[in-house]
């Protein structure tokens, strides 16, 4: 099998090229080699290279610029998925691409299943949904995973952030009121290689994120209380919990962002650890 991976170089795409390696020829992009803001050249590279399948882990992440930059955001976002499932069609290969929590407004009291209506906050989450509907109108064979609260030992994240802030500060403060899933980029790699080795493939949009559920508040104490098991830490800092409206930003957050991952057990009989679990492993990981 032919696979064409976008975004190789990011949080994700690193562990997707791992965990794919078993499954075939993986040719991996990053920016350099695929520019998703660039149209024209991303249909003639696929059409040069006519993939079976094509996995986009690329995207436009920077959740508060996209405020400033919301063009740009959609180009890579929305019109760029689109691109890649229509050619995806035109070529009978199935398209993976990952979507986001923010697509959703936080307002509901449980966790959001695949049927609840988007209402995205902000201009990352609009771009994100547009990509969703772009993919979906193409009409091709596509699988859309929503996930959540992303991060890895590679690219930028949360818990990166938050362990060279430890190292700097003796005091920090962190929302408390935004609820979701960390969810470690590896597990989710593990997860789509898993689905791909598959003789029989359910399409669609599902929800796919690690188990059970923190705010931002408790990731990070977490994440302070295992890295100094793990040795990564010599000192944790006093972690206080504060509103979203201590700590303004240009991008809104949903402050719930629970997914309901119940779809994807029952359609492929796999489920991601507890987040917990996977910060453990990351942070395992880490010491090496």
């Keep these: 099998m032919k696979i064409l991976l976008t975004g190789c170089a990011g949080q994700l795409g690193r562990e997707l090229k791992?965990?794919?390696?078993?499954?075939?020829?993986?040719?991996?992009c990053d920016r350099s080699q695929l520019d998703l803001a660039r149209a024209d050249p991303l249909r003639a590279a696929l059409r040069s290279i006519a993939p079976a399948v094509i996995i986009n882990a690329a995207a436009y992440t920077a959740v508060d610029k996209a405020e400033a930059e919301p063009g740009l955001a959609d180009t890579i976002n929305s019109l760029a998925p689109g691109i890649l499932a229509e050619e995806a069609r035109r070529l009978d290969a199935l398209l993976i691409h990952y979507s986001t929590d923010y697509v959703f407004d936080g307002s509901k009291a449980t966790?959001?299943?695949?049927?609840?209506?988007p209402a995205?906050?902000?201009?990352?989450?609009?771009?994100?949904?547009?990509?969703?509907?772009?993919?979906?109108?193409a009409g091709g064979r596509h699988l859309i995973f929503r996930t959540s609260w992303v991060y890895g030992l590679h690219g930028a994240n949360f818990m990166k952030t938050m362990l060279r802030?430890?190292?700097?500060?003796?005091?920090?403060?962190?929302?408390?009121?935004?609820?979701?899933?960390?969810?470690?980029?590896?597990?989710?790699a593990d997860a789509t290689s898993h689905v791909l080795a598959r003789k029989e493939i359910p399409y669609g949009l599902y929800h796919l994120a690690a188990a059970g559920e923190t705010s931002w508040h408790g990731y990070a104490e977490a994440i302070f209380g295992e890295a100094l098991r793990a040795g990564l830490l010599e000192n944790i800092?006093?972690?206080n919990r504060i509103a979203s409206a201590d700590f303004p930003l240009p991008a809104a957050r949903p402050a719930n962002s629970r997914l309901d991952c119940s779809r994807f057990r029952r359609d492929f009989g796999l489920a991601l650890p507890d987040w917990r679990t996977g910060l453990i492993d990351c942070l395992a990981d880490a010491r090496f």
């Design 18 to 28: 791992r965990s794919l390696a078993c499954l075939g020829e993986v040719i991996a």
């Design 165 to 188: 802030l430890a190292r700097e500060r003796n005091e920090l403060r962190v929302v408390g009121d935004q609820v979701g899933a960390p969810t470690w980029s590896r597990h989710l």
């Design 237 to 239: 800092p006093v972690v």
């Design 120 to 137: 995205p906050l902000s201009a990352y989450g609009r771009s994100k949904l547009g990509g969703e509907r772009a993919i979906a109108a």
């Design 111 to 117: 966790a959001y299943t695949e049927d609840d209506a």
